[in-house]
């Protein structure tokens, strides 16, 4: 961080017709010696068990938050439960929206699905304290290890986006299919859109299209970007 080395970058996600709607704000780490970006999946353990974290997160998000006032995209924003919990956090970026209030109208916040929530009173009181600004919100990686359909109950997102294990081979696992069908379906009776990830070919991208997915994200469309 003191290197400026953390590196925001954004995805596209786009509609049914290839239309890009919005980004998600994702976090890279500059590589010193080679200049290339790293995932996050390479250096997220460290910094939990580090204790960096917070600090890492608080950065990548206000850098997007900020971007919304230079540009005209709307941004989707991670958070994770330690986010959720971080009242620190929640507050500066409450200032924010205070001060922007037309900005919080373009952000979308992605309660990061992966995790354990250990206490649904927490992230019920962070949709509530955003929501009254105009933010809107997605379960992000549906499916990826602890969710089910109560789930979506609990949150009572504006978005879904169902995780890449299930859509990358969608083609070739029926019970993928079966699945997304599914998840469609039952988001869409409770008036939910549904977003794809890990779209990787023209293959997925019209079966998903044929199954009503309503918006997409993945590298048939474009890798994260540095620059909108």
């Given amino acids: 961080m003191e290197e400026n080395r953390v590196v925001p970058v954004y995805q596209p996600i786009v509609n049914r017709d290839g239309k890009v709607m919005k980004y998600e704000t994702l976090m890279r ?30 950065y990548i998000i206000f850098e997007g938050l900020w971007r919304l006032d ?47 929530i250990e206490d649904y009173a927490d992230m019920k009181s962070f949709i509530k304290q955003f929501r009254k600004y105009g933010v809107v919100f997605a379960i992000d990686d549906f499916w990826s ?25 969608i083609d070739t696992d029926k019970k993928a299919y079966i699945l997304v ?10 008036g939910i859109k549904v977003i794809a990830e890990y779209v990787h070919s023209d293959i997925i991208f019209q079966m998903l299209k044929k199954l009503n997915i309503d918006e997409f ?5 474009s890798k994260p970007l540095e620059n909108i």
């Fill in 217 to 221: 994200q993945g590298f048939y469309f």
């Fill in 181 to 190: 069908r599914a998840i469609v379906d039952f988001s869409h009776r409770l």
């Fill in 29 to 58: 780490l500059r590589d010193k010696d080679t200049n290339k970006l790293i995932t996050l999946n390479y250096f997220l353990d460290i910094a939990v068990k580090t204790g960096l974290y917070s600090a890492l997160s608080r």
């Fill in 70 to 116: 230079t540009s005209e995209h709307n941004l989707s924003f991670n958070f994770t439960y330690a986010d959720i919990i971080n009242k620190t956090l929640l507050n500066e970026i409450e200032s924010f929206f205070i001060t922007s209030p037309k900005l919080a109208r373009r952000a979308i916040f992605e309660i990061t699905e992966s995790e354990i």
């Fill in 145 to 169: 290890g602890f969710s089910n359909f109560e789930y979506i109950l609990e949150v009572e997102p504006d978005y879904l986006k169902i995780d890449g294990s299930l859509v990358k081979n």
